[in-house]
């Protein structure tokens, strides 16, 4: 199947098999492996990326479904090797250690920033709930997106 998407604002078609896991299409065809894979099944959040602004586990999508689709990965995020803030954050934080879980967490957290104004620490807790982190028990984490959220704006504190 020709598959045509929008990946990080640039058009990319490919001829490819529709049922392979887009988390797959991603690293492999697209060479774009900052999208991690921790369970494969859908449970930790680690593959997530943006499908039309919103957060999906890519391990669970197969790549027919976002034909014409407009997707973002963690490296559309910064322009360049640049952080973003809320990349930054979590590094500042100390809410990034192993790192697995990162990628996932900053693009859920850059989506609910964009679309969520008053983001309080019980509300990014919940918005945050499918993506797992078995590093850092997740305060840090959580204390990094409020400040970025803060920052920009569009939140509070606890
Ligand atoms: S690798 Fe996709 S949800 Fe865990
Ligand atoms: S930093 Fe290791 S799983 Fe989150």
Not at 39 to 65: F, H, M, R, Y
Not at 78 to 92: H, K, P, W, Y
Not at 95 to 121: W, Y
Not at 144 to 158: P, S
């Amino acid at each position: 199947m020709k598959i045509r998407m929008q990946v990080n604002g640039a058009a990319r078609e490919l001829e490819t098999e529709p049922m392979r896991r887009l988390l797959d299409v991603l690293r492999e065809d697209c060479g774009l492996t900052g999208t991690k894979e921790g369970c494969g099944e859908g449970e930790c959040g680690a593959c997530t990326v943006l499908i039309d602004g919103k957060p999906v586990n890519s391990c669970l999508v197969p790549v027919g479904q976002v034909h014409e689709a407009e997707l973002l990965t963690v490296e559309g995020l910064s322009d360049g090797e640049l952080l973003t803030d809320v990349q930054r954050a979590l590094v500042e934080h100390g809410g990034a250690q192993c790192g697995i879980c990162t990628p996932g967490i900053a693009v859920t957290a850059e989506s609910l920033i964009r679309r969520e104004k008053n983001l309080d620490h019980a509300r990014i807790r919940e918005l945050l709930a499918g993506n797992l982190c078995r590093c850092t028990g997740y305060q840090r984490v959580v204390e990094a997106v409020a400040e970025a959220a803060a920052k920009r704006g569009g939140a509070g504190d606890e």
